[in-house]
């Protein structure tokens, strides 16, 4: 019975490993995102909800924060990031480079 239990909090465990402190939601529309700036708690793990609101997709990509990930269009995405040193991390959306910028900011 112990090894039956053990072996399913194993199969839960990734679940629990991807929960984030924060939550923090940005919206792509006009391809731009909403707000530019976000502001997060430093040394805490942050889920980023990126809301498509074009009707094209777009791909958010940050190589300060090592990730990247197509939207498609009028849908939503979580991106888990952090934890993260105070600082600034900047994104932008691969697709529309000119407009869709942004900065995470950890303090």
């Known amino acids: 019975m112990k090894l ?9 465990a990734p679940l629990f490993a991807i929960a984030a402190d924060t939550e923090v939601t940005l919206v792509i529309k006009d391809h731009h995102f909403v ?9 805490q793990k942050v889920k980023l909800i990126v809301e498509n609101q074009d ?6 990509e940050s190589h300060e924060l090592n990730r990247e990930k197509i939207i498609a269009p009028k849908s939503k995405a979580s991106i888990f990031i ?3 040193k105070a600082g600034k991390y900047p994104f932008f959306g691969e697709f529309n480079q000119a407009t869709a ?3 995470v900011i950890a303090e």
Do not use: H, I
């Open 35 to 43: 707000p530019s700036e976000v502001r997060v708690p430093a040394g």
């Open 55 to 60: 009707a094209t997709p777009e791909e958010f």
């Open 101 to 103: 910028r942004g900065l």
């Open 82 to 84: 952090g934890p993260l």
């Open 4 to 12: 039956r239990a053990f072996f399913a909090a194993l199969a839960f």
